[in-house]
């Protein structure tokens, strides 16, 4: 799957000027902060490359030249991550560069230590500096000034592209890499000030490792009106050692919105072409097919009719990539149109079909497109459509971003923001809600997430359907009764021992434990050789109200120094303030101990994120009964 990531480093603010050295000949002057933000990321793996190194734009081809630094070939690749050709050792370029001049004659100068990118005009002096520590780049290879990576941007819109060994997208690693860094701040339509913007509230969570087979990173969502079945769509799971586990023939599954259980019903694998990464997926009701779309530079749709068993049979398939779609991360279907979320560029595109009346055909027509970082969604990862209004519903995959409601034709309608922390969202589809006592027209938003990425976590199992509220004055959820714990397996019981327990994110060195437990049959269990990470869970709280946080600790005796911290997060956007429950060592050692403690949520406080940051455990600690309750009366 095209990884378009969710981390925008929001470093655009003008914090005010800095006075900082420029060329030999150039008095020291100030410069202001600059935009920067992650715009996407171009995996080696997905290059053929092992260690990306030396780059730089070849205008001839319009493409980047990246030595492989590994062979000392290269390859020239699109902006959006195609290979366009072999380079020999004498073609590839031969030292990285850490300063890039662009098409207007400033030069951008790439201090990776300092986690700054200064930008000098044509007389060398400096004019405005980018932070980009939070990136964390390492083992930069080189960088270069190049078109953007979205088609339907202006001719001279420019981005910088690094060469890393390893970055940090939003907390997780990128590995070997490309990284494309946006340079100019997305500018908002009039729009999106006058129209209503609505609370997203969070009505419930459908776990997708409990279906049968389980999801690990569901991605596309539609509803079969047909059977009353969500339909769901996983574009990772047949990667190589997801979770460790073979692929189990099925990548696509139907999920009763009610109960929340689901079964794998088709293989898109078995397709011709075959289809690896089912990453959207749209119901059409009027024809009663389904529309499956591919990502990335390949992207292409698969059509499929109800066979006489109920099953779904391949019908056609065509690549859309010639329209100008980069990145088929989304899919709907409505009054015999298709719409795809193209998160590369940024746009929705609307396809129809030619003379034989089909979707999904070599005949089909573009008709329109519209752009959706206007409206503040700019990565488009998923859509879907109201059957009531007719309207689109477009979700982010970045966090903050939401979603967006258009008519078909790209008028903005209105604006969601999700009240509760988001975990890589992806597609997105309107459907009744979950309450069998709801009036039948009552719609919800339902998005498929995938949580922790099989690339970062081989052992991860946190993706999730989950519901959220669309309907204009939803109430916010109610304040949690007495005791009740927020925490979801706070107990560790559910999920199989030996893997990842579930709601919690992942770790290889955290799992489910059958061999100690203070209450029930089974504990968390941190294990590992000198290892430092962090295991959370984020959950909805009431501002002013009052959580008693706690948690049974056992380590297991041993002679080397380690510590594991329980902390306690207060957030509404960002983070408010953090307290400590306890810090766990080697004294603490044989026997299981009880830690618990009041805290008060600041009276702004939307979120409590729980912490347990592991750092150097060279051993073995069990935990059990993580809480975080309102007080019983």
Do not use: C
């Amino acid at each position: 799957m095209s990884r378009f990531v969710p981390f925008v480093a929001s470093l655009a603010l003008v914090a005010g000027a800095i006075t900082v050295g420029t060329a030999a000949s150039q008095p020291a002057r100030a410069a202001s902060w600059g935009y920067v933000s992650l715009e996407n990321v171009l995996a080696a793996s997905d290059l053929g490359i092992a260690e990306p190194g030396a780059l730089r734009f070849d205008a001839v081809s319009g493409a980047l030249a990246i030595t492989d630094e590994a062979t000392g070939l290269g390859k020239l690749v699109g902006t959006q991550g195609a290979v366009k050709d072999l380079l020999s050792r004498r073609e590839a370029p031969d030292r990285g560069r850490f300063s890039a001049r662009a098409s207007n004659g400033h030069v951008f100068t790439l201090d990776a230590k300092a986690g700054l990118i200064s930008e000098a005009d044509a007389s060398g002096a400096i004019i405005r500096l980018r932070d980009v520590s939070a990136l964390q780049m390492k083992g930069v290879g080189g960088i270069t000034a190049a078109p953007t990576s979205d088609m339907t941007d202006a001719a001279d819109a420019t981005s910088l592209y690094v060469s890393v060994a390893d970055a940090s997208d939003d907390g997780s690693g990128t590995g070997p890499a490309v990284l494309e860094l946006s340079l100019t701040a997305p500018v908002l339509a009039a729009a999106v000030a006058s129209v209503p913007d609505h609370d997203g509230n969070l009505v419930r969570r459908i776990m997708t490792d409990t279906w049968n087979p389980f999801s690990p990173d569901p991605s596309g969502i539609t509803y079969d009106s047909s059977i009353d079945r969500l339909l769901v769509a996983d574009g990772e799971i047949d990667e190589e050692n997801v979770n460790n586990y073979p692929y189990p023939g099925k990548n696509v599954w139907e999920a009763n919105r009610v109960t929340g259980a689901g079964t794998g019903i088709l293989d898109t694998l078995a397709a011709s072409p075959t289809n690896t990464e089912a990453v959207g997926i749209g119901y059409d009701a009027d024809k009663d097919e389904l529309i499956i779309s591919k990502d990335g530079s390949s992207s292409r749709v698969w059509a499929y009719v109800r066979g006489g068993g109920g099953g779904w049979v391949l019908r056609s398939s065509t690549p859309v990539s010639g329209f100008g779609v980069a990145d088929a991360e989304g899919v709907a279907v409505a009054n015999g149109k298709m719409f795809i979320a193209d998160g590369s560029n940024k746009q929705i595109w609307v396809i129809g079909p030619g003379n034989d009346g089909k979707l999904a055909t070599n005949d089909d027509l573009r008709l329109a497109d519209f752009d959706t970082a206007v409206f503040g969604i700019t990565d488009p990862e998923g859509i879907g459509v109201h059957p009531l209004t007719g309207n689109l519903w477009i979700v982010s995959h970045k966090d903050g971003q939401g979603m967006i409601e258009t008519t078909q034709d790209g008028t903005l309608v209105s604006t969601t923001h999700f009240t509760f922390p988001t975990d890589n969202p992806g597609g997105v589809e309107i459907a009744p809600s979950s309450s069998t006592t709801d009036d039948p027209n009552t719609m919800s938003a339902w998005v498929a997430q995938r949580g922790v990425d099989n690339n970062d976590d081989p052992n991860e199992k946190d993706g999730q359907v989950i519901e959220v509220s669309i309907e204009e004055g939803a109430p916010p959820p109610p304040p949690p009764d007495p005791g009740e714990n927020l925490l979801l397996n706070g107990d560790f019981e559910a999920g199989a021992a030996g893997a990842a327990p579930p709601s919690w994110s992942s770790n290889g060195n955290f799992t489910t434990s059958t061999d100690e437990h203070q209450s029930g049959t089974k504990s968390g269990r941190h294990n590992g050789a000198e290892v430092s990470y962090k295991i959370e869970q984020t959950v909805d709280v009431t501002g002013g109200q009052t959580y008693n946080y706690g948690v049974w600790v056992k380590p297991l005796p041993t002679t080397d120094t380690f510590r594991v911290v329980f902390k306690l997060q207060w957030r509404n956007t960002k983070a408010i303030n953090t307290v400590i429950l306890t810090k766990v060592s080697k004294t603490s050692a044989g026997t299981w101990t009880h830690y618990e403690l009041p805290f008060a949520a600041p009276a702004t406080a939307t979120k409590g994120k729980v912490f347990m940051v592991v750092n150097g455990l060279n051993g073995t600690v069990f935990v059990d009964d993580i809480s975080l309750a309102a007080p019983a009366p």
